[in-house]
């Protein structure tokens, strides 16, 4: 697969995640850069270093580690312009399962080939509690953010809209009430408020963005902090994340070849329904066991094996 560059971030202290997403971008013969978050703040703090380059209107609610990770993205984004004539790159964070790569049934340049007129953001992988639609399709406002095929044309709004003359902005009115007043997670308990969504929004919600179910989240990194200290007592499996992990094994191991690729790149067809699952329908505690035994003594998803 001759995929475009891949920029992945990761905390420096999180080696596990680290060797973890190299060893496959390795095993893959895949070009890669990592970007260190340290890289982020100014002064040694993950969180208020931006304030000086902000402007707009910000409540004291506003999510800091979302708007400063944020800003490190941008900053990136810019430098990637100015150093690259790159048409595209991937970008993904330290949690991601590429074991379903050998499973592609197309060529790289066909993806591209076959991707819609006006594109620009193809997230490669996604989570949802609902339905996987396991063909191409416009991006659900409901998905999180995955790893993502970003185009050049789409990386230059994006820095024209947040980023200019070294100020960041983040507080534009967005109308997808599922990124509105919606709380920040694990980092810092705030909220996104004032945030433009963070870059669960920006990258994938403000453009002409198309998904493809290729690239699932390991659910045994996922919901763990990238920051902050892993306990593995306290480790939940965050269950939609599960289902979806296993929901991209059974399609791209047993139902793949029960289709052509002109019904894989294509939607709106008579035969949506069949390519769908709908895991809000699978049983809670069936997916919370197999976490908490996939996940006794190291943190590494479900086998291939057991789809062969």
């Known amino acids: 697969m001759d995929l475009p560059h891949i920029y992945y971030t990761n905390v420096t202290n999180k080696t596990e995640r680290r060797q973890y997403m190299?060893?496959?971008?390795?095993t893959l013969g895949l070009k890669?850069?990592?970007?260190?978050?340290?890289?982020?703040?100014?002064?040694?703090?993950?969180?208020?270093?931006y304030w000086d380059d902000l402007v707009g209107e910000y409540s004291e609610d506003t999510s800091h580690y979302i708007n400063a990770y944020s800003a490190g993205?941008?900053?990136?984004?810019?430098?990637?312009?100015?150093?690259?004539?790159?048409?595209?790159?991937?970008?993904?964070?330290d949690d991601y399962?590429?074991?379903?790569?050998?499973?592609?049934?197309?060529?790289?340049?066909?993806?591209?080939?076959?991707?819609?007129?006006?594109?620009?953001?193809?997230?490669?992988?996604?989570?949802?509690?609902?339905?996987?639609?396991f063909y191409l399709h416009p991006t659900k406002?409901?998905?999180?953010?995955?790893?993502?095929?970003?185009?050049?044309?789409?990386?230059?709004?994006?820095?024209?809209?947040?980023?200019?003359?070294?100020?960041?902005?983040?507080?534009?009115?967005?109308?997808n009430a599922m990124y509105i007043d919606r709380e920040s997670g694990i980092h810092d308990g705030l909220r996104y408020d004032g945030t433009s969504g963070g870059p669960d929004y920006f990258i994938n919600q403000s453009g002409c963005g198309y998904s493809?179910?290729?690239?699932?989240?390991?659910?045994?990194f996922a919901g763990i902090s990238h920051i902050g200290p892993f306990e593995k007592r306290s480790w939940e499996p965050k269950l939609s994340f599960v289902k979806c992990h296993e929901a991209y094994y059974e399609w791209w191991y047993h139902d793949r070849d029960k289709f052509t690729l002109d019904d894989f790149f294509t939607y709106n067809k008579d035969t949506d329904v069949l390519m769908e699952r709908d895991i809000s329908r699978w049983d809670d505690k069936y997916f919370y066991d197999l976490?908490?035994?996939?996940?006794?003594?190291?943190?590494v998803p479900t086998s291939a094996r057991d789809y062969n």
């Open 22 to 26: 190299e060893s496959q971008f390795q």
């Open 32 to 49: 890669y850069t990592r970007l260190p978050m340290e890289q982020f703040p100014k002064d040694g703090t993950l969180f208020k270093w």
């Open 73 to 93: 993205l941008f900053i990136f984004f810019q430098e990637w312009i100015d150093s690259t004539n790159d048409e595209y790159m991937i970008l993904m964070e």
């Open 97 to 133: 399962d590429l074991s379903l790569v050998s499973r592609w049934h197309f060529e790289w340049g066909e993806l591209i080939e076959r991707l819609p007129i006006g594109w620009d953001c193809l997230q490669l992988g996604f989570e949802t509690p609902y339905v996987i639609p």
């Open 141 to 175: 406002p409901e998905y999180s953010l995955g790893a993502s095929l970003l185009n050049r044309d789409y990386i230059k709004k994006l820095l024209s809209l947040h980023y200019a003359n070294g100020k960041f902005k983040f507080d534009y009115n967005i109308a």
């Open 212 to 220: 493809l179910p290729l690239i699932p989240i390991n659910p045994y």
């Open 291 to 299: 976490a908490m035994k996939n996940n006794e003594g190291i943190l």
